[in-house]
T-cell receptor, first 110, second 114 residues
Framework: QKEVEQDPGPLSVPEGAIVSLNCTYS??????FMWYRQYSRKGPELLMY??SSGNKEDGRFTAQVDKSSKYISLFIRDSQPSDSATYLC??????????WGAGTKLIIKP | DADVTQTPRNRITKTGKRIMLECSQT?????MYWYRQDPGLGLRLIYY???????NKGEISDGYSVSRQAQAKFSLSLESAIPNQTALYFC?????????????FGPGTRLTVL
């Protein structure tokens, strides 16, 4: 069974801290993973995607996949209060449908 | 203007009532989706449509039906609402293609069934 596990949090950290958000997956068809960000009372929006193993960086955000441990990670450097949101990871199944994690609520305290 | 719109944004109804949630998009996408979001459970797919003549059940279609009236419109109906259908409902769209593609979400409809 395909699953993506994600701790719902909340995760509360002080402004400026490095944030690590994690998901684990079971069986991935394409090794193609996405991170979506969802602000309160809004729909999710794509933040980053990453393919196979390794890192992908976009400004303060880094997405990482570790195939050996089946871990998907999102790192946020120099976290800001505006980063407070729910972060959802997603895998893509063989029918090109997204398998979603539960989402982690992140709170950045000023 | 928003690319994906949903109406209504909030709805309170009673058990047994028929409810329709509507979604419209101006992105020109062929693919449209309906999800529900519950605390701690993430997003679960209800139905999806790859074009006007293609409708597919998702993970949790029981108790729901859909209609794809046009490329830009995709409606979700609850024929006889029950309290455990209380949730946040999202419509999403994506462009056609063989590779995984980005989904664009509407603002959501908060539905409460009493």
């Amino acid at each position: 069974q395909k699953e993506v596990e994600q701790d719902p949090g909340p995760l509360s950290v002080p402004e400026g801290a490095i944030v690590s958000l994690n998901c684990t997956y079971s069986n991935s068809a394409f090794q193609y993973f996405m991170w979506y960000r969802q602000y309160s009372r809004k729909g999710p929006e794509l933040l980053m995607y990453t393919y196979s193993s390794g890192n992908k960086e976009d400004g303060r955000f880094t997405a990482q996949v570790d195939k050996s441990s089946k871990y998907i990670s999102l790192f946020i450097r120099d976290s800001q209060p505006s980063d407070s949101a729910t972060y959802l990871c997603a895998d893509v199944d063989s029918n090109y449908q997204l398998i979603w994690g539960a989402g982690t609520k992140l709170i950045i305290k000023p | 203007d928003a690319d994906v719109t949903q109406t209504p944004r909030n709805r309170i109804t009673k058990t047994g009532k028929r409810i329709m949630l509507e979604c419209s998009q101006t992105k020109g996408h062929d693919r449209m989706y309906w999800y529900r979001q519950d605390p701690g459970l993430g997003l679960r797919l209800i139905y999806y449509s790859f074009d006007v003549k293609d409708i597919n059940k998702g993970e949790i279609s029981d108790g729901y039906s859909v209609s794809r009236q046009a490329q830009a419109k995709f409606s979700l109906s609850l024929e006889s609402a029950i309290p455990n259908q209380t949730a946040l409902y999202f419509c999403a769209t994506s462009g056609a293609g063989d590779s995984p593609d980005t989904q664009y979400f509407g603002p959501g409809t908060r539905l409460t069934v009493l």
